[in-house]
DNA sequence: GTGCCTGTTACCTC
DNA sequence: AGAGGTAACAGGCA
């Protein structure tokens, strides 16, 4: 569910919150795979007494720099946060709980079970699997070039694969080929000079636009993203191909279709995204 | 009820 | 190196 638009928002409103300086005086973890390398009994030891000093994003993870640790999560598919108080009661999809010295609750609910958090202290972290960030300064055409070069791997497939680009999942993947009229199933050996430049600039306008309207909130159901404040995104509405199929494709009239890539379902207009270019 | 789908990623084999 | 399959899970939907 969470891309880096809809991650970027939670951060901002974390890192907004009165989280910073706070610190770590209980936590209960309900569902023991929510942590990782650690027992929840070691986690929360280990955790219990840090204070909370930044909070940023990295690719589609979040983290928090703490006293010695850094805490690094991972949404996944369905992982979100609110704040709750000691009164509240215990929520259904609730995996992890921190309570902080102002008594305030910060929840971690989870339906789908993927979502991960685990403490990495700060001199060992390594962040091999974080590809360029498309919104950094380092995104640079030469960069995303190089990236490209000499593969033949499936566009789709390679803006997917968080090594290379960090921060993309499905939907951004969707819209950023449309936006710049490349099959998904093009192999980055096919592009040439124009379509690299295309795709090398829908990627951020993309992302931009999702951050700009507070994520993609796709359905009703709790399943899906919600921001720390419980707020629903407003991109879904913003979308030009992404869960589209049967209607028209908003740049040249013709059907949306859906097929299947990389094992993932994947949103194109035949017309406008021609596997021979 | 049954079977298929879902916004992610790690891990395995080929 | 890269591709494809599966698994981790719960629930919505036809």
Redesign the pocket.
């Known amino acids: 569910?969470?891309?880096l638009p809809?991650v970027e928002t939670i951060v901002r409103e974390l890192a907004e919150s009165d989280l910073i300086g706070k610190k770590i005086t209980a936590c209960t973890v309900s569902w023991h795979?929510s942590v990782e390398g650690l027992t929840p009994g070691a986690f929360c030891q280990r955790i219990i007494g840090q204070k909370i000093h930044e909070i940023v994003r990295k690719?589609?993870h979040i983290v928090l720099t703490l006293d010695h640790d850094l805490l690094i999560i991972?949404l996944?598919?369905t992982g979100k946060f609110c704040f709750q108080t000691a009164v509240d009661p215990v929520l259904?999809?609730e995996r992890i709980r921190l309570q902080f010295d102002d008594k305030k609750l910060l929840i971690f609910e989870d339906?789908?079970?993927?979502g991960k958090w685990k403490l990495v202290e700060k001199e060992k972290i390594k962040w091999d699997?974080v590809g360029l960030e498309p919104l950094s300064p380092d995104y640079t055409l030469e960069a995303f070039r190089k990236l490209i070069l000499k593969?033949?791997?499936?566009a789709k497939?390679f803006l997917?694969n968080?090594a290379f680009l960090a921060g993309l999942?499905?939907?951004y993947v969707d819209e950023a080929l449309w936006e710049s009229k490349i099959h998904p199933r093009r192999s980055l050996l096919s592009l040439n000079d124009q379509e690299i430049l295309r795709l090398f600039e829908a990627i951020p306008k993309v992302l931009e636009k999702g951050i700009l309207h507070q994520g993609?909130?796709?359905?009703?159901?709790?399943?899906?993203?919600f921001s720390v404040s419980g707020r629903r995104g407003g991109n879904q509405y913003q979308l030009n191909v992404f869960r589209r199929e049967g209607q028209p494709c908003l740049r040249c009239g013709n059907e949306i279709i859906k097929i299947r890539v990389?094992?993932?379902?994947t949103h194109v207009c035949p017309h406008c995204q021609k596997i021979e270019s």
């Open positions: 569910m969470p891309e809809e795979r690719g589609k991972h996944r598919m259904k999809h339906q789908r079970k993927f699997k593969r033949r791997t499936p497939a997917l968080q999942g499905n939907i993609t909130t796709l359905g009703s159901s709790r399943a899906n993203y990389a094992q993932r379902g």
